[in-house]
């Protein structure tokens, strides 16, 4: 192995896969994809646990700040039913302060595509930083990103979800529930948890209605629809793709004219169901 600039290049064939043939190859294949297969009920076994996990009122009022101005917790959803919230870390203390922001959470953000599939199952997905707001314009123009990213420097937000503490900054994603005007925390990882995610499969499968697809093992009452039938190309939703219905500029938190899909019931049954087999293929 040798490295050029920050690029690992492979000098030599003594470490590499060994080479079969074409039979050989499948048989070996075959196998592995067992052990997938299993990974992937594993996972589906997972996010049915998740959907099934209690929540947390949110009764404390946090200000933000976006490209609009101030606004308050309930307006990061953008009018829709589910957000999940990046904790970005970008602050004094954090490596490339205060022209830079942290470069694990800068690859997250790589990651994200076109919010218009999360948008189509009433998600929003936004980051947060305890960044004031000049420093992340300034620094999300310079990386290319639309993601909405908001600073929230003038409240306790950080604190109080324990990813600014004395010991310094870490990142993490959270998951939070509106019913009206409550607002409900129902999820969080951190570490590897976030290393998975950036597809939007994976980020549906942290919320607590999951990925709305009648396959999937859910709570009574929850809303779900046949696989595929809702999948559109990006720009052909009949929903927002970053805000093409509002009347103003898609980032601000002020603009929650977005329509759901279908309707979605008003509050969701939050009774623990034992999970049962998933039956959709791979």
């Not at 990061?76 to 602050?91: C, D, E, N, S």
């Not at 189509?120 to 990213?149: C, E, F, H």
């Not at 805000?243 to 980032?251: F, H, L, Q, V």
Request: glycine share 8%; proline share 7%; aromatic share 12%.
């Amino acid at each position: 192995m040798a490295t050029k600039g920050n690029t690992v290049e492979t000098k030599t064939s003594e470490h590499l896969p060994q080479i079969v043939s074409r039979d050989e190859w499948q048989r070996a294949r075959d196998q592995l994809l067992v052990k997938e297969k299993a990974a992937t009920r594993a996972r589906d076994a997972l996010a049915a646990e998740r959907r099934r996990l209690p929540m947390v009122r949110i009764d404390k009022d946090y200000v933000f700040e976006g490209e609009q101005g101030r606004t308050g917790l309930t307006d990061l959803f953008y009018g829709r039913r589910q957000l999940i919230l990046y904790h970005f870390m970008f602050a004094p203390g954090v490596e490339g302060w205060p022209d830079a922001a942290c470069q694990g959470c800068s690859w997250y953000a790589d990651n994200i595509g076109n919010l218009s599939h999360l948008y189509a199952r009433d998600t929003s997905l936004v980051m947060v930083s305890r960044a004031p707001l000049p420093n992340i314009q300034r620094y999300k123009k310079r990386m290319g990103w639309s993601v909405p990213w908001f600073s929230s420097s003038e409240s306790d937000f950080n604190e109080d979800f324990g990813v600014t503490t004395a010991d310094g900054e870490t990142s993490g994603t959270s998951v939070f529930l509106r019913d009206g005007k409550d607002v409900f925390h129902t999820y969080f990882t951190s570490g590897r948890g976030d290393e998975m995610l950036g597809g939007f499969w994976a980020f549906l499968d942290l919320t607590p209605l999951g990925r709305q697809e009648d396959w999937e093992d859910s709570p009574s009452g929850w809303p779900q629809t046949p696989p595929y039938q809702w999948w559109q190309r990006h720009d052909e939703y009949n929903v927002d793709k970053l805000g093409e219905r509002r009347a103003t500029d898609p980032s601000s938190p002020t603009s929650n004219t977005i329509e759901p899909t279908r309707p979605w019931p008003e509050s969701p049954s939050l009774k623990i169901e034992p999970t049962k087999p998933v039956a959709r293929k791979r």
